[in-house]
């Protein structure tokens, strides 16, 4: 009967220290999850401003090629040429 009751004490003192480690271990994964949900949001902002950033440049280039396209137009309309003749300049 001892070595039941040296058991049982075993048990229950074994159970309490696995449910004291459970715990810690859930919060050092609560710890873990808050902390990759923080740098998750900051790579979705830097996301997202690297995408503006994107757009903007996109933006810049495309007034600037109509910009080069309207000049061509008007320049080659005052010397009564083709855009592609004075275009083919460039290239002379």
């Known amino acids: 009967m001892a ?11 074994s159970s309490a220290k696995f449910r004291d480690e459970m715990k810690r271990a859930e919060k ?6 808050r902390q ?6 900051a790579a ?5 401003g690297l995408g503006a950033a994107a757009a903007a440049g996109l933006t810049g280039l ?5 910009q080069n396209i309207d000049t061509l137009a008007k320049t080659s309309d005052k010397l009564g040429t083709t855009t592609e003749g004075l275009a083919g ?4």
Do not use: Q
């Not at 990759?36 to 949001?41: G, I, M, Q, T």
């Open 44 to 48: 979705g902002v830097a996301f997202a």
């Open 62 to 66: 495309t007034r600037a090629s109509l």
């Open 28 to 33: 050092i994964t609560r710890k873990w999850r």
């Open 3 to 13: 070595k039941i009751a040296t058991l049982n004490i075993d048990l229950t003192a």
């Open 36 to 41: 990759v949900s923080r740098d998750l949001r």
């Open 89 to 92: 300049l460039r290239f002379a």
